[in-house]
Structures are given as structure tokens and as C-alpha cells.
């Protein structure tokens, strides 16, 4: 919107410049406000309100216990750890490998859906299935699969192959958490990306055929640019999502083995629930948003269109 | 343009100066919640303190409309029986139970409110030693002016040493869950090995006399999964409570006098010694390790030939199909038994606004009769009078009922000292974890150990 307020004049809305000014100058406003009042609320206060708890904690005096400002003591502690190091180890692993490889595999499927003619319908139902159950339900299923005497090892001793350990094991348990968060999300995703596809002119990808591009270089030099910005709010919103995972660790591996899957998110959890440290915790968590600040901010940088 | 963007930087600073003050005041304001270790109750136990003595029951702190005292506890049925007991006998208080699901929910639940001085929470149970934490922090009044010397002596001697710290007794204990061996028969039949005396045919002091050591049990599990295929032993868990007994017979002790200190202490030898025959008896096949759940699901599904049982699970042979029994809780080859107690207790809440009528369902827990038959339909209770008695009323003469017998046998008879440490619920998490790895072979016993103490003296750290 243009400039809204001139002195002494009535401020004047309009859409973008050359558009006919608004006749309810205040209407934009209202739209928006019950959205930021919510941010504001539960998003701006409950940073602020974290980060000063981050800031106190408890001081044991002579058989007192006080809680007290207590500058970074609680960042110089978490950062100091033993654990720390191998929880930013852990989380940053799963990122790495959960964010390519679900936004890798959701435009795979949204191309595969493309292509499906009369059950693209059914495929496309199929897929939110995973959507729509919570991460509890997810676990327990995948549980009972990867058990040592679940399904999957059912079926390798059938194909008389070694039965696998997965989440028991320090060397699978990671990407195991990966495959079934990939699982989880690709659905959603993939849909997000059918619809990117099919918002593609196709006499460009017709007019790049002619010119001779093979199917590859279609997909590399028209419809992947084309497609940046849904890549960049699933990469943003992946890496948001994926950075402060902490289910499966609760539910599936304790935060193992040998602290291999003992993520940033999960470790604030158990010091906030277990070791009764809110201070520690939040210092976990906001050092933690301040990576996945920094981490989105690069996102934007490296996918932003050069007509954003 | 150079005029507005001035002004742009002046209005960003400002703002940003704004935003730090802000933020440093709302810091530094913080709650200062002194919790002393003796003064808040000092300063709570004169106008609170019953005396001693039941001077409310039945009547409401007013007079009028019954006060109402939040429960907050795991979902076992002891809890509901009580408050269901509790209410119809005293109707000035009205005890409502909030059930916190799972067992540990409910410290988990509690230490989220504590944190928020929530002063809806009057009553929670804790878990196994998490109340020496929460009355460091001043969490948690102590319950030395409620209950007279004489009274105190209802407990098993135990079981009150469990719920006393630095003199203070912390809460009343409401749980007994000694550790038994449970045996699937069957399976001990096909492998051709003779199992250890178990209540089904022999009494408590020949079972206890037959306990097997450890030793015995590694090489009979080892012997059943190699010759039916199937586990020879799980231990459900290797939690704290559970662990801390076997270290105890060999010499170990998890932490200094004070609770303080865990250097020297939980890196000495006896730990490493149990930590390599934990992992020998997993890596050789005698053990299986279980999904990091406490269950029995694969034990009365027939695949186990012997699991660590609690006292609640006296009557899990109830519901089986196999032949099934309970022997006495194995001990190391040498060594005294020590049988692990798993203590939780009631605990009174420092932020509570119906202290006085807390105490009083507190009081009723602990030393009406009515109570311990409400606690022994479920396990075996913490009072002398109910457990001695479980030697010998006939009631429990026979199967399964006789295995409630063998626990109150080992817990007057084999104790073992619990941990006690303000830093018990961190030890846990991360003992849990570690043994967890240790159990699985993911780390070895040297790197578990070492861990284990090194991100325990880390969390010991602010209480030095």
C-alpha cells in the first residue's frame, strides 16, 4: 500500500500505486488486527516472556533456595554441557537430511501425480492419511513396524535377511526418526507442490520442448525456477518445524542410543519437565530459535526470486 | 531522504532501547520465592498444624461449603479409592483427583506447576526421590508438624528413611514396589532348567532362603534362549530405583553423604563392575533388551522366561496362560540381598491455600486402617501394621496372593538405601538414558560410567 498519511489530509489507502483509493480507508487494518493481536500474544510476549525467564534462576543460599536474575548463567550452562554439543549434533544431522529429502520426495510425488490421470483423485486422498494422524499415532504404528519382532523384521527373516535393530541402534536411529517424519509430511507437501505445478503456464514447458530441452533440463531450468517460492515456504517452514522435533525421541528413542537422536528440543523438555530448570530450558530454546532465525534467513537470501 | 532516514534510526534505536529495558526489567523482577529449608515451615506449620491430631475431619475450615484439595497423582486405583473413601467419611473436605495419566506424569506435571507457584496444586505424588529436589527449591512443605514422633513410627522403618532428608520428613509414602523375579515355567520345562523356588509351591522363607544370586539367573537365561528361542530375561527398565540396589551389593553408592558429590562415587569401581555385567548378560544372550517402555507385554505373551516384577504386579500370573510363578529378587554371588523399594510419596504443596485440610487427607492416608485396606487391595502398603500382617493372615497364604507376602518380606528384610540427592530427578533422566545405551551395547560400560558421572556432577552443580 502507498503512503497512508499525509498532514492535515484524510490518509489514503489504496492497493498499490495507480489503484483507486479505498473508500474504507481502515479496512485493511481491521482485517489484520485480530492476526497480529494474536501474534503479538502469543508469539511477541511469550518470546519476551521466555527470554527473561532465561534470565533468572535459582540461587541455593544457606539452605535457601531464591530465584533470581542471574544474567546468562542458564546460556553459559546448556552451552557448557556435555550433552550440548551432541544435541546441536543430532539436531542439525536431522535437518540436513529430513528437509532434501522431504521436499525432494514431495515434488517427485506431486510430478508422479501429474501424470495420474483418473486416480491423481485417489492418490491424492491416500496422501493425507499421514497428514491427518498426530505424531503419537505415527509413532506407535512405526513402533510396532521396526520392533525387533514387528513387520519389517518379519519380512526380512522371510527374505532370510538379518533382522535390523532401527531405533535401537546408535548408527540407524536417526534416520529412522528421518524416514518416518518424511513419512509424515510428504503428503501435505506434495499436494502443496501439485498445486505450484499446476499453476505453470504450459506453453512454457511447451515452447522449452520445442526448443529441445529433454525432460530433465525442463524440470531444471523452467519448473523448478518457476516453483522457488513454494520451495522456499516449504524449506522455511520445514526447517522451523524440523529444527524443534522432539516426539519421536520422547516417544521412540529416549534421546538414543549412545544420545544419537538427543535433539535440542527434546533435552529443553526434559529439563523443564524432569530436572525442573525453566531457566535452562528456555536458554535451550532460544538459542535455538536464533539458529533457525539465522537459518531462514539464509533461505531467503539463496531462494528468493529476483522478481519478490 | 537523509532527514528521514535520520529519523528512521533514531525511531530503530529507540525502539530497541525501549525493548531492551523491557526486557532486563521483566528478567529482573523475576518471583523471589525464598523456600527455605526450614523456614517456610516454620513459618506455614503454626497456624496449619493440626496438632498432631485430626481436629478438622468432618468439619470445613469455615463452616460452611466444603474446602476443596486438589489430588494430583498417576492413574492407579489406590488414588481414586481413597479420595472416593476420604470424601464420603469427611465432608468439610472434598478431595478432587486430577489423574496425571502415566506413572511419573504426575511429577511431571507437578514440577511444571511448582515452577509457576501454582497455588491450585495442594497435593501431588512424587517420583523416587524427586521430593528431596522439590523441598531444596522450596517447593514442597515438609510434614514434621503434622504428624507427631509416635505417629511416624506407623511406617516401615524403610520406608519413613525413604521420605526423611536432613531431618524433615518430606511425604507420606504410598507406593511399595519391590522388585521380584517373575518366571514363566513353561519355558524353564522346555529348556530343561530346574527354576529358582517360587510362592506357587514353597513359602516366603524357603523362597527367600532359594533366591537365586544373579550369576545363576545370567546362566539360565542364557540356556533357555538358546534352546527355546525365546527371552531368557528382561529387566522392564534400567531405571535409578531399579539399578541402585544391585550397585549397593557390591559396594557402590550413587552419590556422597550429603548428595552432593557423585565423583568418586558413582565412577567407582562397584558401578563399573555392574555396568560390564549388565552388558555381558544382554551381549551374550542370557537378557534381552526391551523398547525403552516399562511393560510385560512380551512376558505374558509367553516370550519372556523371567522378568523384574514390582509389587503391583503380584497378580500378573492371573492373566497369563503359561505356567506361571515369583521368586524371590536375585542377588550377586556373595552379597547380601538388597531389594529395591521405588518409593512414591503424597507431598504437600508450598504455594497450597488449604495446607491445614491437605494435611488432613494426608494424615487419613497414613495412618487410618482404612486406608492401608484400600492400599493393600491394590499393593503392599508403607505402614507396619498392614505389612507385617501380610507375614501372617492367612488371607495370603495362597497364590497369588502370597506373592504380596514375599514383598513384605524383602522390604523388612532386605533394604536398600535409597539415593537421596536434590538432584535425583536429573541423576534419573540421565542414568536412564545411559543405562539405556549401556543395556544396548551403544556404549561401553567405561563410556556410559563416565558419561553418567560427569553430566550428573554437571546438574549437582547449582546446588553446591
Same mark, same amino acid.
Given at each position: 500500500?502507498?503512503?497512508?498519511?499525509?498532514?492535515?489530509?484524510?490518509?489514503?489507502?489504496?492497493?498499490?500505486?495507480?489503484?483507486?483509493?479505498?473508500?474504507? $480507508? $481502515?479496512?485493511?487494518?481491521?482485517?489484520?488486527?485480530?492476526?497480529?493481536?494474536?501474534?503479538?500474544?502469543?508469539?511477541?510476549?511469550?518470546?519476551?516472556?521466555?527470554?527473561?525467564?532465561?534470565?533468572?534462576?535459582?540461587?541455593?543460599?544457606?539452605?535457601?533456595?531464591?530465584?533470581?536474575?542471574?544474567?546468562?548463567?542458564?546460556?553459559?550452562?546448556?552451552?557448557?554441557?556435555?550433552?550440548?554439543?551432541?544435541?546441536?549434533?543430532?539436531? #542439525?544431522?536431522?535437518?540436513?537430511?529430513?528437509?532434501?529429502?522431504?521436499?525432494?520426495?514431495?515434488?517427485?510425488?506431486?510430478?508422479?501425480?501429474?501424470?495420474?490421470?483418473?486416480?491423481?483423485?485417489?492418490?491424492?486422498?491416500?496422501?493425507?492419511?499421514?497428514?491427518?494422524?498426530?505424531?503419537?499415532?505415527?509413532?506407535?504404528?512405526?513402533?510396532?513396524?521396526?520392533?525387533?519382532?514387528?513387520?519389517?523384521?518379519?519380512?526380512?527373516?522371510?527374505?532370510?535377511?538379518?533382522?535390523?535393530?532401527?531405533?535401537?541402534?546408535?548408527?540407524?536411529?536417526? $534416520?529412522?526418526?528421518?524416514?518416518?517424519?518424511?513419512?509424515?509430511?510428504?503428503?501435505?507437501?506434495?499436494?502443496?507442490?501439485?498445486?505450484?505445478?499446476?499453476?505453470?503456464?504450459?506453453?512454457?514447458?511447451?515452447?522449452?520442448?520445442?526448443?529441445?530441452?529433454?525432460?530433465?533440463?525442463?524440470?531444471?531450468?523452467?519448473?523448478?525456477?518457476?516453483?522457488?517460492?513454494?520451495?522456499?515456504?516449504?524449506?522455511?517452514?520445514?526447517?522451523?518445524?524440523?529444527?524443534?522435533?522432539? #516426539?519421536?525421541?520422547?516417544?521412540?528413542?529416549?534421546?538414543?542410543?549412545?544420545?544419537?537422536?538427543?535433539?535440542?528440543?527434546?533435552?529443553?523438555?526434559?529439563?523443564?519437565?524432569?530436572?525442573?530448570?525453566?531457566?535452562?530450558?528456555?536458554?535451550?530454546?532460544?538459542?535455538?530459535?536464533?539458529?533457525?532465525?539465522?537459518?531462514?534467513?539464509?533461505?531467503?537470501?539463496?531462494?528468493?526470486?529476483?522478481?519478490? | 531522504?537523509?532527514?528521514?532516514?535520520?529519523?528512521?534510526?533514531?525511531?530503530?534505536?529507540?525502539?530497541?532501547?525501549?525493548?531492551?529495558?523491557?526486557?532486563?526489567?521483566?528478567?529482573?523482577?523475576?518471583?523471589?520465592?525464598?523456600?527455605?529449608?526450614?523456614?517456610?515451615?516454620?513459618?506455614?506449620?503454626?497456624?496449619?498444624?493440626?496438632?498432631?491430631?485430626?481436629?478438622?475431619?468432618?468439619?470445613?475450615?469455615?463452616?460452611?461449603?466444603?474446602?476443596?484439595?486438589?489430588?494430583?497423582?498417576?492413574?492407579?486405583?489406590?488414588?481414586?479409592?481413597?479420595?472416593?473413601?476420604?470424601?464420603?467419611?469427611?465432608?468439610?473436605?472434598?478431595?478432587?483427583?486430577?489423574?496425571?495419566?502415566?506413572?511419573?506424569?504426575?511429577?511431571?506435571?507437578?514440577?511444571?506447576?511448582?515452577?509457576?507457584?501454582?497455588?491450585?496444586?495442594?497435593?501431588?505424588?512424587?517420583?523416587?526421590?524427586?521430593?528431596?529436589?522439590?523441598?531444596?527449591?522450596?517447593?514442597?512443605?515438609?510434614?514434621?508438624?503434622?504428624?507427631?514422633?509416635?505417629?511416624?513410627?506407623?511406617?516401615?522403618?524403610?520406608?519413613?528413611?525413604?521420605?526423611?532428608?536432613?531431618?524433615?520428613?518430606?511425604?507420606?509414602?504410598?507406593?511399595?514396589?519391590?522388585?521380584?523375579?517373575?518366571?514363566?515355567?513353561?519355558?524353564?520345562?522346555?529348556?530343561?532348567?530346574?527354576?529358582?523356588?517360587?510362592?506357587?509351591?514353597?513359602?516366603?522363607?524357603?523362597?527367600?532362603?532359594?533366591?537365586?544370586?544373579?550369576?545363576?539367573?545370567?546362566?539360565?537365561?542364557?540356556?533357555?534362549?538358546?534352546?527355546? %528361542?525365546?527371552?531368557?530375561?528382561?529387566?522392564?527398565?534400567?531405571?535409578?530405583?531399579?539399578?541402585?540396589?544391585?550397585?549397593?551389593?557390591?559396594?557402590?553408592?550413587?552419590?556422597?553423604?550429603?548428595?552432593?558429590?557423585?565423583?568418586?562415587?558413582?565412577?567407582? /569401581?562397584?558401578?563399573?563392575?555392574?555396568?560390564?555385567?549388565?552388558?555381558?548378560?544382554?551381549?551374550? %544372550?542370557?537378557?534381552?533388551?526391551?523398547? /525403552?517402555?516399562?511393560?510385560?507385554?512380551?512376558?505374558?505373551? %509367553?516370550?519372556?522366561?523371567?522378568?523384574?516384577?514390582?509389587?503391583?504386579?503380584?497378580?500378573?500370573?492371573?492373566?497369563?496362560?503359561?505356567?506361571?510363578?515369583?521368586?524371590?529378587?536375585?542377588?550377586?554371588?556373595?552379597?547380601?540381598?538388597?531389594?529395591?523399594?521405588?518409593?512414591?510419596?503424597?507431598?504437600?504443596?508450598?504455594?497450597?491455600?488449604?495446607?491445614?485440610?491437605?494435611?488432613?487427607?494426608?494424615?487419613?492416608?497414613?495412618?487410618?486402617?482404612?486406608?492401608?485396606?484400600?492400599?493393600?487391595?491394590?499393593?503392599? /502398603?508403607?505402614?507396619?501394621?498392614?505389612?507385617?500382617?501380610?507375614?501372617?493372615? /492367612?488371607?495370603?497364604?495362597?497364590?497369588?496372593?502370597?506373592?504380596?507376602?514375599?514383598?513384605?518380606?524383602?522390604?523388612?528384610?532386605?533394604?536398600?538405601?535409597?539415593?537421596?540427592?536434590?538432584?535425583?530427578?536429573?541423576?534419573?533422566?540421565?542414568?536412564?538414558?545411559?543405562?539405556?545405551?549401556?543395556?544396548?551395547?551403544?556404549?561401553?560400560?567405561?563410556?556410559?560410567?563416565?558419561?553418567?558421572?560427569?553430566?550428573?556432577?554437571?546438574?549437582?552443580?547449582?546446588?553446591?
Amino acid at each position: 500500500m502507498s503512503r497512508l498519511f499525509r498532514r492535515g489530509r484524510r490518509p489514503t489507502v489504496r492497493y498499490h500505486a495507480g489503484a483507486p483509493p479505498l473508500r474504507h $480507508w $481502515w479496512l485493511p487494518y481491521a482485517l489484520l488486527t485480530p492476526a497480529i493481536v494474536l501474534i503479538v500474544v502469543f508469539g511477541v510476549f511469550a518470546i519476551v516472556g521466555g527470554f527473561a525467564v532465561s534470565l533468572q534462576g535459582e540461587r541455593f543460599n544457606s539452605g535457601q533456595a531464591e530465584t533470581v536474575f542471574v544474567g546468562l548463567r542458564n546460556y553459559v550452562a546448556v552451552i557448557g554441557s556435555s550433552i550440548f554439543l551432541k544435541s546441536v549434533a543430532a539436531t #542439525v544431522a536431522y535437518n540436513l537430511a529430513a528437509n532434501p529429502l522431504l521436499v525432494g520426495a514431495a515434488i517427485a510425488i506431486a510430478i508422479a501425480l501429474t501424470r495420474a490421470g483418473r486416480m491423481a483423485t485417489f492418490f491424492q486422498s491416500t496422501l493425507l492419511l499421514s497428514v491427518c494422524l498426530s505424531w503419537t499415532v505415527t509413532l506407535l504404528i512405526w513402533r510396532s513396524i521396526l520392533s525387533e519382532g514387528g513387520l519389517a523384521n518379519g519380512i526380512f527373516a522371510a527374505l532370510n535377511l538379518p533382522a535390523q535393530p532401527f531405533y535401537t541402534s546408535a548408527s540407524q536411529a536417526l $534416520w529412522v526418526t528421518v524416514g518416518i517424519s518424511a513419512w509424515a509430511g510428504v503428503g501435505f507437501w506434495a499436494l502443496v507442490f501439485l498445486g505450484a505445478l499446476k499453476a505453470i503456464n504450459p506453453d512454457i514447458l511447451e515452447a522449452a520442448a520445442l526448443d529441445g530441452a529433454t525432460a530433465v533440463q525442463r524440470f531444471r531450468y523452467v519448473v523448478l525456477p518457476l516453483m522457488r517460492r513454494t520451495v522456499l515456504l516449504a524449506s522455511v517452514v520445514l526447517t522451523a518445524s524440523n529444527a524443534t522435533v522432539f #516426539v519421536p525421541a520422547q516417544l521412540l528413542t529416549l534421546g538414543g542410543p549412545d544420545n544419537s537422536t538427543h535433539f535440542i528440543m527434546y533435552e529443553a523438555s526434559q529439563k523443564l519437565f524432569y530436572d525442573g530448570r525453566p531457566g535452562e530450558a528456555v536458554a535451550l530454546v532460544g538459542l535455538l530459535m536464533i539458529v533457525v532465525f539465522a537459518l531462514v534467513f539464509v533461505q531467503f537470501r539463496v531462494l528468493r526470486s529476483d522478481d519478490a | 531522504m537523509e532527514r528521514n532516514s535520520g529519523m528512521g534510526v533514531r525511531r530503530s534505536r529507540s525502539l530497541m532501547t525501549l525493548v531492551s529495558v523491557a526486557l532486563l526489567s521483566a528478567a529482573c523482577a523475576g518471583a523471589p520465592s525464598a523456600g527455605s529449608l526450614a523456614g517456610s515451615s516454620a513459618a506455614a506449620s503454626p497456624s496449619d498444624a493440626g496438632q498432631a491430631s485430626p481436629t478438622l475431619a468432618g468439619q470445613s475450615s469455615d463452616g460452611g461449603a466444603p474446602v476443596t484439595v486438589s489430588l494430583v497423582a498417576n492413574g492407579e486405583p489406590r488414588y481414586a479409592g481413597w479420595v472416593k473413601a476420604f470424601n464420603a467419611t469427611h465432608p468439610g473436605i472434598q478431595v478432587k483427583l486430577e489423574d496425571s495419566g502415566a506413572s511419573g506424569g504426575a511429577a511431571n506435571v507437578a514440577a511444571l506447576r511448582f515452577g509457576q507457584k501454582d497455588p491450585t496444586l495442594d497435593i501431588t505424588s512424587d517420583e523416587v526421590g524427586f521430593d528431596i529436589q522439590w523441598f531444596t527449591k522450596g517447593w514442597i512443605d515438609p510434614l514434621d508438624s503434622y504428624f507427631s514422633p509416635e505417629e511416624l513410627t506407623a511406617f516401615v522403618p524403610s520406608r519413613l528413611a525413604d521420605e526423611t532428608y536432613q531431618g524433615h520428613f518430606l511425604g507420606v509414602p504410598v507406593t511399595n514396589s519391590t522388585l521380584m523375579l517373575g518366571l514363566n515355567l513353561d519355558l524353564f520345562k522346555e529348556a530343561g532348567v530346574d527354576p529358582p523356588p517360587g510362592m506357587k509351591e514353597s513359602g516366603v522363607e524357603a523362597v527367600a532362603n532359594g533366591a537365586w544370586t544373579w550369576e545363576q539367573v545370567a546362566a539360565a537365561g542364557k540356556t533357555i534362549q538358546e534352546k527355546t %528361542g525365546m527371552s531368557g530375561l528382561q529387566f522392564p527398565k534400567g531405571e535409578l530405583w531399579v539399578m541402585y540396589p544391585l550397585g549397593e551389593q557390591l559396594g557402590g553408592n550413587v552419590t556422597s553423604p550429603d548428595g552432593l558429590t557423585v565423583k568418586g562415587y558413582l565412577d567407582a /569401581p562397584a558401578w563399573l563392575q555392574l555396568a560390564k555385567w549388565f552388558q555381558d548378560v544382554h551381549a551374550s %544372550g542370557g537378557a534381552t533388551v526391551m523398547n /525403552p517402555d516399562w511393560g510385560y507385554e512380551e512376558f505374558t505373551a %509367553g516370550k519372556v522366561a523371567m522378568v523384574e516384577l514390582v509389587a503391583e504386579q503380584n497378580a500378573i500370573c492371573l492373566s497369563v496362560k503359561f505356567s506361571c510363578d515369583v521368586a524371590a529378587e536375585p542377588h550377586f554371588q556373595g552379597m547380601k540381598p538388597k531389594s529395591a523399594r521405588g518409593s512414591n510419596a503424597l507431598v504437600l504443596s508450598a504455594f497450597s491455600q488449604h495446607k491445614k485440610e491437605a494435611a488432613e487427607f494426608l494424615r487419613w492416608v497414613a495412618l487410618d486402617p482404612a486406608a492401608w485396606t484400600i492400599f493393600a487391595e491394590d499393593t503392599l /502398603p508403607s505402614q507396619n501394621v498392614p505389612v507385617t500382617k501380610t507375614l501372617t493372615d /492367612p488371607a495370603y497364604d495362597a497364590f497369588p496372593a502370597s506373592v504380596k507376602r514375599l514383598a513384605a518380606y524383602q522390604q523388612l528384610n532386605w533394604p536398600a538405601d535409597q539415593p537421596k540427592s536434590p538432584a535425583n530427578p536429573e541423576i534419573w533422566r540421565i542414568w536412564d538414558e545411559v543405562w539405556l545405551d549401556i543395556q544396548s551395547g551403544a556404549k561401553t560400560p567405561a563410556q556410559g560410567i563416565e558419561e553418567l558421572t560427569q553430566r550428573a556432577d554437571e546438574a549437582l552443580s547449582i546446588y553446591r
